[in-house]
């Protein structure tokens, strides 16, 4: 499990330069940008 936990946060850990490419919009990737670290925040504890 905790592999899939790493790969799953390595995969996110790029939304914001794919999204930037993809054309999305920078208030839209900053909003879901401040949604995924806290939620990395919020599960450091799965990454040890």
Known sequence: MQ???QES???LS???AIAKR???KKN???AIQKI???CRKENSV???
């Open 22 to 24: 993809l054309g999305v």
């Open 14 to 16: 790029g939304f914001a």
């Open 28 to 30: 839209t990737i900053t």
């Open 3 to 5: 592999a899939h936990i």
């Open 9 to 11: 946060v390595e995969a």
């Open 46 to 48: 799965l990454l040890r």
């Open 36 to 38: 995924l670290d806290a």
